[in-house]
Structures are given as C-alpha cells and as structure tokens.
C-alpha cells in the first residue's frame, strides 16, 4: 500500500522550478567555464607554435645561438605561463613515432583539464651546420632530460632531406596549473557578473512561475471551502490576479457545476415540497374514497337486506307459477348481489387492515369434502365431472379456516362457471416441516383459459377479460382480488398457469404452523400492533403473529391515525419500505392526535433494512424529532424480536 503523503501542488510546482533553474545555471556556468578555458589552452597552444617556429628558425643558422639565447629570455619574462625553454642537440630523429604519433591525438580537452605541465618539441634542422658542429648550438637551457609522457608535438621528420641535417629540439613546458590560475584570476570578475546577472534572472523567472501558483492556490482555497460547508447557497470569490487562459476556464467551469449543483438542490427541495403536497393529497382522497365505498356498501346493504327479507314474507302457497319464476329470478339476482356486495365490502375491510386472522384447528380433509358436497350440485348441473386427488393422510392443522374455505370456494365457483365441458379438479398435498407446514392445493379445470396478456390483471379489482355488455359470463371481478388479498393477510401465495381453450390452473400455498408449536409461542400474547407498508408486509408480520401479538396491518397513513382512535395500539410499526420522510410525517400526526385526543402513548417502531444501516445518520434524527422512540434494523428471528420489543417496552 502506497502510504506517502500527499502533495500540494503550488509548492511541488515551486521546488521543480527552482531545481531545474539551479541545475540549469550550475551546467551553464560549467560548461561555459570548461569551454572557455580550453580554448584559452588552444589559443595558447598557438601561440607557442609560433614562438617555436621563430627560434628553430634563429637556431637553424650558423651563429643563432647568441639570437636563440636572448629570444629565450625575452620569451620567460614575457609570458609567466612558460615553464622553460630548453635545448638539447642530438643527431638522430626520434625513431618511436608511433609514440609521438599518439601524443599528437591526444585531446586538448584533457590536457586543459587534467595535465600539470605539458612539454613541446620542435626540431632544429639546418642546411649549413654538420652533425659534428651542432653541439656549438647547445645553449645554457640544454639538458639531458628525456622525453617525457607529457611531450607532445613530434618533429617534423618528413622536412629532413638529403641535403639536411637534424641539429636538435627544442622543448618548450608550459605549466598548465600556472594558466589555469592566472586564467580564473583574470576571469573572475567576469564570472561574478555572470553570476549575479544568472540569480538576477532566476529570480525574475521565479516570480513570473509564481503568478499561476498564487491562482492554483486560490482556487485550492475556495474548493476546501465548498468541500467544508456544503450548505453554501453561494460560491465564494475566485481571486484570479493573473489572465491565465486554463486557469480562468477551470473557474468558469467550477463556477458553471456549482450553479448546476445549487439548481438541482432547488429543483429537489421542490419536489420534494410538491411530493409532500401530493402525499397529503393522496391521504385526502384515500380518506374521501373509503369514506364513499364506506356509504354506498352501506345504503346498498340496507336496500338488498330490504328486498331480500320483502322477499322472504311472500308466501309461495298463494303465488302462481308465473309469479314464482319471477320471485325466483329477483331471489337469485339478490342473492348474486349479496354476495358480490359483501366481496366489495371484505375487500374494503382487507385494505383498510379491520380483518384479521382468527386460527382454530380444523382437518384439511373435512374441508375439502365439505367443498365437494356444496358444488358436486352446480358441476352435475353443467355436466361437469368434479374430481379431488388427495395425497395425505388425515392430520390437524391450526389455521383461520373460514378464510381459507373461502378462497377456494372461490377458486372453484370460477373454474366451474368457466368450464363449458370436461373436468374439475381439486388437489391436496402436505408438507411437514419442524415448525410449520405447508399445505397446497391445486384446482385444475378444462375451461375456456386465459390470455397470457391478461394473467396480472385478474387479480386487479372489476377486471374483466371480456368487458363487453353481451359478455357470456356474469361477474363483477371482486372474486380473484379477495383470494389475493386473503392470501397475503395468510401470507400464502396464489400462482395461475393457463393455456386458452385448454385450461387454467389455480395453486393456492398456504404455511401452517403446527398445532403443538401454536401453543408455544405466546411471548407477545395482548400485544396490538399497527403495521404500516407500502407495498408488501413482508416476513416480519408473520414473526409477530407468531409470538402472539395482534398485528393490524395498513398501506395508508391516515387509517393508521383511524386506528389509534379506535383502539388502544400498543406500538405502530412502520415497514421497511417506508421512506423515511413519510414515517416523519405520520409519526408527527400520531404524536398530535395522542396529544389532543389519547390518555396512553403508543411506541413508534421504524425498521430499516440492513444495507441501510451505513445512512442511519441521515435519518434517524429527523426521525426521532418527529417522535419515532426506537430506529432498529429489521430483525426478523422469534427470540431476538421478542426480547428486543420486551425491552423496548419495559423502558416504555
């Protein structure tokens, strides 16, 4: 893991520039000196080929020696940088010119640079003086001294001819310390200037750099800002002292997303606002439209309670026969209306959460006999074979039998009413598990079928596959959505499979705890608890059904408010998909109506999903100020839940 501390960029910008300037100013002063040196080496070196030229050229005559002698000493006091001027006479060339040669190649460079004394030999030839004589050549300056690795410059040897004769050499050692020396001495003046000149303009290009990084560092500075204080309605001035093209497109662009940012916080608190406003409507019309399926289901079950006990007091004895086909035909299509009135009403009862689930002990196969016998009547009528395949044996089960045989009365009306010819089919099957069963029942016909377009809309209340006036079949499409309803109060489920003009399948799945294990589990026995959702009640009613409390269950805000009017609640619950700001607003009205209208407080409850848990802190305050006492994850085990709401109520 790369644990090194981050940067800031104006200064990591500062010390890159100022390094590069640096070691851009010491190669330049380096080079420049080196180069400047070198060439004064050269320009000496020049200079010493002439002065060699001029005395083997006084040499080479008869009587130069006196000359040779006064050039010399003209030659030592004129330049300092010369070490001597020797002569040495000797007849025979030098015969290693390969050495010579090799001295000849060496570089200036590294003679500059890196040699303490170098010598030069030049030879002394002359038409007019023998070998034997030459010796009266040899001034005071010769030596015996050999050649040493720092001679350089071999004799001429191609400039002796038949008529020549070698005389000598004449070394002249120039001492490179000495030059180096006296060079740096004469050019100190100058680099100093040089120098002074160069930081001059370091400086100077320092504070230019520094013009961006003053602008970074602003920008840096109001960034911390907006990152520190997100509820700022106003973005903070971007001192921009300098026109710095990609600078300044970076600050319109911040200032560009912080106008965004600020516009879409707007836009949200408006909404926001506009979805509250929403919501209190959808409570208003809730409540007018529970309030008018209220009144009319009960002006139109005191008008059918008149017609059918009107009904009931004609005497058959005295009525033609006409007269009672017509009693019967207004009996019957009373009767029908009864019972879908009563299916609107159950319906209305089921999501207003005002039914409940009521377990006794009854035999599976008691009740499915008991179906047989009520509708083998209706399926000879139609000449329909009405069948049953059972695949238990006999056995107790604890469960709310009412609502159960209803469902699949139901279930078998619909598969005879829309089976011309053929079968229906009843099927049972038990499954036993440590705590619970699991009883499905299947009702199997060979009906007209179902579209598959249409397989999610017959459990939506008064839909009808065939809405026509002239439809074959009669219904009011109450049925199907009772058994949905029904069934999510059981937590059961209902799967349909059908093919048109072969059939249609109904698997009712209901679990059932087991009649020993019913009894065991009465921790929350006298708990009321309101159970508000939005969409499914989910796993956590059946754990408190489970332990014994009486859970009434509402998809709507404002019948959870009816209920604590009409009963003493407990604990509301609120699911966990309720969003947390609705949960706000109907904690607020509990908290107001209790304090106006209730002598006891009830215990507010939101679950939260797991995966909630990190944004606890977003939600839980508002929350609680609205007056919600505990916010938990949903806990959804028997133990766990019971001695989490036994705590919770004990501090109550």
Not at 113 to 129: A, G, R
Not at 305 to 316: E, F, K, P, R, W
């Amino acid at each position: 893991m790369n644990n090194q501390p981050l940067q800031i960029l104006p200064k990591f910008i500062w010390r890159s520039v100022v390094q590069a300037i640096i070691l851009a100013v010491l190669v330049g002063i380096l080079l420049s000196f080196v180069y400047g040196f070198v060439h004064h080496y050269q320009q000496k070196h020049r200079h010493i080929q002439q002065l060699a030229a001029l005395l083997t050229s006084s040499a080479s005559t008869i009587d130069g020696a006196d000359t040779v002698a006064k050039q010399v000493s003209i030659v030592l006091a004129a330049e300092p940088n010369i070490q001597s001027i020797l002569f040495y006479s000797t007849p025979q060339p030098i015969a290693d010119i390969d050495r010579f040669t090799a001295y000849q190649s060496h570089d200036d460079w590294q003679n500059a640079l890196f040699s303490d004394t170098v010598s030069f030999n030049y030879p002394v030839v002359s038409d007019d003086i023998t070998t034997d004589s030459a010796a009266t050549i040899a001034t005071t300056e010769q030596t015996d001294k050999p050649l040493s690795d720092n001679m350089i410059d071999p004799p001429d040897l191609e400039a002796l001819t038949d008529d020549s004769t070698l005389v000598g050499y004449i070394n002249i050692t120039l001492d490179v310390d000495k030059l180096r020396a006296n060079w740096l001495r004469s050019n100190l003046l100058l680099w100093l200037i040089t120098t002074i000149l160069a930081v001059i303009w370091m400086l100077y290009i320092l504070r230019k750099l520094s013009w961006p990084v003053k602008d970074i560092a602003a920008l840096t500075d109001v960034c911390e800002i907006v990152s520190k204080h997100p509820e700022l309605e106003q973005l903070p001035v971007i001192s921009q002292q300098f026109k710095f093209q990609e600078l300044l497109q970076i600050k319109q662009t911040f200032t560009v997303l912080f106008d965004r940012l600020q516009k879409a916080q707007q836009d949200y608190e408006a909404l926001a606002v506009f979805e509250q406003q929403l919501h209190h409507k959808d409570l208003s019309l809730n409540v007018q439209l529970h309030n008018f399926q209220s009144m009319i289901t009960h002006e139109l079950k005191t008008s059918l309670n008149a017609i059918v006990g009107g009904l009931q007091i004609l005497d058959d004895e005295r009525l033609s026969d006409e007269q009672k086909d017509a009693l019967d035909i207004i009996r019957n299509g009373s009767e029908k209306l009864v019972l879908s009135l009563d299916q609107i009403i159950q319906l209305n009862q089921i999501q207003k959460g005002q039914i409940s689930i009521h377990s006794s002990e009854f035999n599976p196969l008691q009740l499915i006999a008991d179906l047989l016998v009520d509708f083998e009547s209706i399926a000879k009528q139609k000449g329909l074979t009405l069948l049953s395949h059972v695949y238990h044996i006999d056995y107790t089960l604890e469960g709310d039998v009412d609502k159960i045989k209803q469902v699949l009365s139901i279930l078998l009306s619909n598969a005879i009413k829309f089976t011309p010819v053929g079968q229906v089919s009843i099927t049972s099957q038990l499954t036993h598990f440590d705590n619970s069963n699991r009883w499905q029942i299947t009702i199997r016909d060979t009906g007209i079928g179902i579209d598959s377009d249409y397989i999610e809309d017959i459990f939506n209340p008064f839909f009808q596959v065939d809405s026509s006036q002239t439809r074959q079949y009669e219904g009011t499409g109450i049925g199907l959505p009772v058994v949905k309803q029904i069934a999510q109060l059981m937590s059961a489920t209902i799967e349909v499979e059908s093919t048109l003009g072969v059939g249609t399948q109904f698997m009712f799945t209901i679990p059932l705890p087991n009649k020993h294990h019913v009894h065991q589990q009465n921790l929350l026995a006298g708990l009321v608890v309101v159970y508000y959702y939005i969409h499914e009640t989910g796993f956590l009613v059946d754990e408190l059904q489970r332990l014994g409390a009486v859970v009434i269950c509402h998809q709507q805000g404002h019948l959870v408010i009816d209920e604590l009017n009409t009963r003493k609640v407990d604990m509301v619950m609120f699911a966990e998909d309720v969003p947390s700001s609705n949960a706000e607003v109907i904690a607020k009205r509990i908290r107001q109506f209790e304090s106006y209208e209730s002598e006891y407080r009830a215990l507010l409850v939101y679950w939260y999903a797991p995966d909630q848990a990190q944004y606890l802190d977003s939600f839980e305050h508002g929350l609680k100020a609205a007056g919600i006492d505990y916010c938990h994850s949903a806990a959804y085990d028997d133990k766990a839940l019971s001695d989490l709401l036994k705590s919770w109520l004990l501090w109550a």
